[in-house]
């Protein structure tokens, strides 16, 4: 396997950010270069050891899913190779880890939507019977499907920071209704696609999150990743329970094996810095990542 990139190092172009697993490099002032590291982040956190081949893996799954959506939505690709724009030296940071994209002003909000009640939103029902101000029928569980997905947005945070679930009327507050009710109609029409998809595949797409940026006409586009397990619950279908968290293809293993995790002898308060990962941690991690990228290519 090739070594894991934790932190790429291109100097032919100039860097504009660090995220959580992207490294993000500029390309004259209209494309950007982005790179998907081999590292993973669990409650916001980013944790000192990669996971190797999780860039590229990443990479294709993001590719796959704009394949199957760009009927529906518009997507930030160029069509132009990654490799091209780098140094001959700078290639194997780059190849098969990169998407070479257009360069648009981001939307300050991460378009989530539910179609199962899990995670933060499993906890809210649990506190108001609604999830980011949408009313809920009574008696769900966790894990239980929705009658129809929900749009549960989250207001952006810096790296480092945690999201915050916020309502559709603040979404209205911070981009204006008309583009507040396309974003939310667009993440909708995408996850129900994705979905149906996935579901031929024996995968149940509980959740995900959508990233949308504006370009230079004001057009609404589908940016940064895309239904990858970095931003989704993946769940197999033939295990699938009402009532209890499934097993998941995503790093909910990684999230599950932190709220164990000890540093310096007391429990990890999910602020840096992160607990070491063993290697069985990362192994593990690493197929579960695997194991939905194959099930969904097939």
């Not at 590719?63 to 700078?90: Q, R, Y």
């Not at 949308?212 to 769940?235: A, C, I, K, Q």
């Amino acid at each position: 396997m090739t070594p894991a990139l934790h932190t790429s190092a291109l100097t032919s172009l100039p860097l504009l950010a660090r995220g959580k697993v992207r490294d993000n490099y500029a390309v004259g002032d209209d494309r950007i270069l982005m790179v998907a590291s081999d590292r993973i982040s669990a409650f916001d956190v980013i944790m000192g050891e990669a996971i190797p081949g999780k860039g590229e893996l990443l990479t294709q799954m993001a590719l796959f899913w704009f394949g199957k959506l760009g009927h529906i939505c518009p997507n930030h690709l160029t069509g132009e190779a990654p490799e091209g724009v780098v140094s001959p030296d700078e290639v194997a940071q780059v190849r098969g880890r990169s998407m070479l994209v257009k360069r648009l002003k981001p939307i300050p909000v991460e378009a989530v939507v539910r179609g199962y009640l899990a995670g933060s939103g499993w906890q809210e029902y649990q506190q108001s019977q609604s999830v980011c101000g949408v009313p809920l029928p009574k008696g769900l569980k966790n894990a239980s499907k929705l009658p129809d997905p929900i749009f549960t947005p989250a207001a952006k945070a810096a790296v480092g920071d945690h999201d915050e679930n916020i309502t559709f009327d603040q979404v209205v507050e911070t981009v204006g209704r008309g583009l507040a009710e396309k974003i939310r109609t667009l993440s909708i029409a995408l996850y129900e696609t994705a979905r149906d998809v996935a579901a031929a595949k024996g995968i149940i797409i509980a959740d995900t999150k959508f990233e949308f940026g504006l370009d230079l006409h004001g057009n609404l586009v589908l940016m940064d990743e895309v239904l990858t397990p970095d931003s989704s619950r993946y769940w197999p279908a033939d295990s699938y329970q009402e009532g209890v968290n499934p097993p998941s293809y995503d790093k909910q293993f990684l999230r599950d094996w932190l709220e164990t995790a000890q540093v310096q002898g007391k429990p990890w308060s999910k602020s840096p810095p992160a607990p070491h990962l063993p290697q069985e941690v990362i192994a593990q991690t690493a197929a579960k990542y695997q194991e939905a990228w194959e099930r969904l290519k097939d």
